[in-house]
Structures are given as C-alpha cells and as structure tokens.
C-alpha cells in the first residue's frame, strides 16, 4: 500500500514539472500556431544560466541564491523567447512549418553552445532551507518536501494562468487572437506585440521548468530532446492550447511513466506510447482540445 | 522536363559510378580512399534516408521526422538477427535473410507511423512522428534484452564472398550507389504512376482526391510504408558502414540531421536529399578547417538556419534561381 501511495504520489511530482514546462509550449502553440522545437533548448538554457547565478552566490551562503538563480533563469528564458519571436518567427507568420524548422535550427544552436560553455558535468540547484529537506506524509511516511512544492507550484502555474487567460485584457486578446487573429488586428490591438508577450511567457514557463527541474533532478546534456518530448506528448494527449487538457495530459503521462517504471521497468516508455496513439485514434485533436 | 531530369540524373549516376577511379587518378591514394569511403560513400547511405523523407514531402507534403528511427528498425533488426553480431540477442541468420527481415520490418514500422499518423497533417504530422520517433529511442535506450540498452549492438561486419567484401570502400560504395540509384529512379516511376499522382492530389487536396473515390487514408499509408522501405534500405547499409548499431544513431540529434539533410538539399525533388547530404558530409568532416571540430552542430546549425530563413526550397531552389537569373541575363 505504501509502494503504490509513494508511486502515484512520485507519478503526481513528476507531472508537476512536466505541467509547467508543456504549459509553456500548449501556450505558444495556442495562439501563434508555432510548434516551438526549441522548448526544451529554453528548458536548458534557463538551467544552466540560472545556475551560473546560483553557484557562486550559494557558495558564498547566501539566503537567497536557489531565488536569484531562479529568477535570472526564468528572466534568461523570457527575453531569449521574446527575441525569437520579435526577430526571427514574426515575419513568417502563417507558415507553420518554416517557423518549427527555424526552432530546430536553434535549438541545435542553443544546445551545442550551452555544451560549449558549460560541459557535459552535470549540475543541480540545492533548494533553500525552507523547502529542503523531507515533511511527513500521511500514508506514505517521508517524503522530499521539494518535490511537494514542485506540486504547489505547479498548481500556482495552472491557476495563474487560468486567471491571465480568463480575467485579463492580455488573456481577453490572447483568446481572441486563437480564434481570429486579423479581427483582433482590426480592433486596433497590436497583434504582434500580444504575439511576442505570448511567446516571452512561453518561454519564461520552459525556463521556470527547467530551474525546478533542475533542482529536483541533475541537469545534464540532452535534457532539452527529453522535455521537447514530453511537451510533444504531452500536449497531443491533453489537446493543443488548453490549459486544463495540459494539466490532464500531464497527469497521465507522468502516472503512467512512475507506474510503469514500477512494474516493468524496461519496457515503460511503451505505456506512454500506448496512451498517445490510443488518444489519437479516437480523438485527433487530443482529450480536451478543439476540433 | 521530365525526362530530361531523368537522363541527367543517369549521367550524374554514371559519373559517380566512375568517380572512385577518377579520384584515385587525381588524388594520394589514402586520400581518395577516405573521399570515397567517409565522405561519397557515406552522403549517399545518409542521403537515401534523407530521400524517404524528402520523397514524402515533395509527393505527399508529409514533413515526417520518423525517417531515421525507421531506417534504425531496419538496422536494428539485422542486428538482431544476424549471426556474428555482438553481443548475440537472436542470431542465426545469414544477411541473405536478416537484410531482408530488416527490410520488411522498416516497411512495417513505415505503415504503422503512417496509419498512427492518419489523421494529421502539417505541423501535428511533424509533432506526432517526432514524438514516435523519441519513443521508440527511448525504448530502444532503456531495453537491454532485445536492444542491448545503451550500448547497441556491435560487429555487423556485411556480408563476405569471395571476391565481394562490402568491408573494402569500393565494394561498399558501388553496392551503396547501386541501391541508392535504383531507389531514386523507383521513385521517379513511382510518382508519375497512379498511385504517384493519386499521392500528389492528396497534397494538394484531399478533399476532391476524396470526392473522386480514392481513398486517402490508404494511400496516405502506403506512401508511408514506400518511405519506410527505403529509409529501410538507408539504414541497413549504414548499419554495415558503422559495423554496427546503438541508440545515438536515431536519436534526435539524427533525427533532426536527416531533416536538416533534405531541408539544405531542397524538398522539391528527391535529387537534392543527395545534395544535402553531401553538403552536411562535406561539412561534418571539415567542420575542424573552417570552424571548431567540436563545434560542428553550431555550424551546420547555422547553415540550417539561414537555408530555411533565406531560401527555403534549399540548394535546388538556390540553383533554380541562378538558372533563371542567367536565362534572363541572356534574354
């Protein structure tokens, strides 16, 4: 009993991170219909720029080293997808497929030079005191407070951006934009402006996840093919753009990844497949997106 | 048109076929080995995993990104099977049978992502074949009794006969050109077949390709399946050209190396995913002379960039361009 409470309970944080990072790429792919093929280069980069930030801080013993690196990384990860929008993807608005291979081509980019500056070494962030350590489950016994948190944030995530989407101006022209980008242009909104806000907020939610991944794991090299993945899998189960089908997507496939590692450890990654190609076979447009 | 694309592409065929010898007038004789064995001999096995795509694309308008892994179930099962492969997982066969096991088994895996995929189109075809095309990475990384994990399987030397050893670069490269020769005229009958331009009205419209009383979800299947067959042949000659086979070879960095391939090439014919590939062999291998040896995939992740910022039908439409800008200069 305890086993499947601490597997369900592991399946639940490891969805978490994967809601925030998958968050990030349903947003982008909601609005601007860019499939984002650098998300998991973003996910890296605010890795290991927010761990530059950390390191020398935390070695100094700074309370607050775990809060600037995250900041810096998510801050990092913000500007670097609003340059992308702003200087490379706006222009070829529309062509969908040209703007997924101008990611791929950074995300190569990205990637080697992030294994140029800082190496193949793995890194990890030490939480802060506050939410380090293990808290006492009911049922389960101890437990990484962590990776607790992990599930508050992720929750944070999710709520935050029902609020920005359904009670903001931005989230107002956001979801006007999805359904009608030229009306929404010829009500006087700046649509590229909302289009470059969208994709920096994209992008802040991969580098969010890549801070707390890190934290709650090694961040090495080769992490950006794993969470583009999950993004990927992620959004197709749930339905493109939506947040609650995020959220489901996530759950799923990170309950099925801990059961499955459980039970039959080498054959797991099939159970995850079995859901994608099952949601696809009987609903295209994913559990919970829109035909 | 046609048939004068087709008589130049027999010339470039036949002046490949002799180009080895050429070389080996030309230059020092390890130099000319190792342009025909690590640079010809390897665009050309790279290139036909590239054409599957591009055959795809051009014909279909299916930007698939499964092509590599397809190519690696192909290699995979030969190695599997094969008997002297390291470590031994199955065994027993002679390449006479386990190459064409392979070969089956890609056209399988071809036909399976293809009806997996059915249903979609454009950017979601692009996400849903990268995302099979993970998974079956991850599989394959993660399982140690069927795929040997990490580490791959090792020692698939290539059939040996007297007087035929595919280990020597000539034999290797003439068997590899054969094959790609062959596959790249089939492809040239087969879209100009009826199921070819059946393909070609999907692309354009599937819906009137519908009202007319073809069914589109098969030969949306099918053209998978032809992709997968000869991604299939691709991946078995660079499973002999590596002399084995492990995860790296069809994980995303591969993955993405066919894309950039026929993206550099040109997907509008599937001559220029034998282009691309000799750009980016041509590249990985002097990448040290030019820029950083360890900086490769900056490189041609550069040149990728600006290929698909500036001319996005590739060198095909780069050489298209300068023959009609010569063509007016004459006018």
């Given at each position: 009993m305890d086993l499947a409470a601490t597997i369900v309970l592991n399946g639940l944080t490891l969805a978490a991170l994967y809601f925030i990072v998958a968050s990030g790429f349903s947003l982008i792919f909601g609005l601007?219909?860019?499939?984002?093929?650098a998300h998991g280069a973003m996910y890296m980069v605010a890795g290991y720029v927010g761990y530059s930030v950390f390191e020398p801080l935390y070695d100094r013993g700074a309370w607050y080293a775990w809060y600037a690196g995250l900041g810096v990384g998510v801050a990092f990860a913000a500007a670097f997808g609003a340059l992308v929008q702003k200087l490379l993807l706006g222009w070829m608005q529309g062509q969908e497929l040209r703007q997924a291979l101008v990611t791929i081509g950074l995300s190569i980019i990205v990637a080697d030079q992030l294994l140029a500056v800082y190496g193949g070494t793995p890194r990890q962030f030490f939480a802060p005191d506050a939410i380090f350590g293990s808290t006492q489950v009911p049922?389960?016994?101890?437990?990484p407070t962590f990776r607790l948190v992990q599930i508050g944030i992720a929750v944070a995530v999710g709520l935050g951006l029902w609020l920005v989407l359904n009670r903001t101006k931005l989230g107002m022209m956001i979801r006007a934009g999805v359904d009608d980008r030229q009306m929404l242009g010829a009500c006087g909104v700046n649509v590229p402006l909302v289009g470059v806000a969208v994709f920096s907020l994209g992008a802040a939610l991969a580098g969010l996840g890549g801070v707390i991944g890190a934290t709650a794991q090694p961040l090495a090299q080769g992490a950006d093919g794993r969470f583009l993945l999950i993004s990927l899998v992620v959004v197709i189960v749930g339905g493109m753009g939506s947040v609650t089908g995020t959220a489901l997507g996530a759950v799923l496939i990170g309950l099925a990844e801990q059961i499955g590692q459980a039970m039959f450890p080498t054959y797991s990654v099939i159970l995850t497949f079995v859901i994608m190609v099952a949601v696809l076979a009987l609903r295209p447009q994913g559990m919970l997106g829109r035909a | 048109m046609r048939s004068a694309a087709a008589t130049w592409s027999l010339l470039g065929v036949l002046a490949l076929l002799a180009l080895p010898w050429l070389l080996a007038q030309v230059l020092p004789a390890g130099q000319a080995q190792f342009w025909t064995a690590n640079i010809l001999g390897r665009a050309i096995v790279f290139g036909i995993i590239a054409m599957s795509l591009t055959f795809l694309a051009t014909y279909g308008g299916f930007v698939s990104l499964a092509q590599m892994m397809i190519a690696g179930v192909a290699g995979y099962v030969l190695a599997i099977f094969?008997?002297?492969?390291?470590?031994?997982?199955?065994g027993g066969l002679g390449y006479s049978l386990a190459v064409p096991l392979g070969l089956v088994a890609a056209t399988a895996m071809g036909l399976l992502v293809g009806a997996i995929s059915v249903r979609t189109r454009d950017i979601y075809l692009l996400m849903i074949t990268l995302a099979l095309a993970m998974g079956v990475f991850r599989f394959v990384e993660t399982n140690?009794?069927?795929?040997?994990?990490?580490?791959g399987i090792r020692n698939v030397v290539g059939p040996a006969m007297p007087g035929f050893d595919v280990r020597d670069p000539m034999v290797f490269y003439h068997v590899a050109l054969g094959t790609a020769a062959l596959l790249y005229f089939g492809v040239l009958y087969l879209v100009r077949s009826p199921f070819g331009l059946v393909l070609q009205g999907i692309r354009d419209n599937p819906r009137r390709v519908a009202a007319l009383g073809y069914s589109v979800a098969l030969h949306r299947i099918a053209a998978f399946g032809v992709a997968g067959f000869i991604a299939g042949c691709g991946g078995t000659l660079s499973t002999i050209y590596n002399i084995g086979i492990s995860p790296g070879t069809i994980g995303l960095g591969a993955t993405v190396n066919v894309l950039i391939m026929s993206v550099i090439g040109g997907?509008?014919?599937?001559v220029g995913a034998f282009i691309g590939s000799l750009i980016f062999t041509v590249f990985d291998t002097f990448a040290a002379t030019i820029y950083d040896r360890d900086r490769f995939n900056t490189l041609i992740g550069l040149v990728f960039l600006v290929i698909v910022l500036v001319?996005?039908?590739g060198a095909i439409g780069i050489g298209a361009r300068l023959r009609r800008l010569l063509a007016a200069g004459r006018r």
């Open positions: 601007m219909r860019v499939v984002n093929m049922g389960i016994g101890g437990y | 094969v008997d002297g492969a390291v470590p031994r997982i199955v140690i009794a069927w795929f040997n994990g990490y580490e997907l509008g014919h599937p001319s996005p039908d």
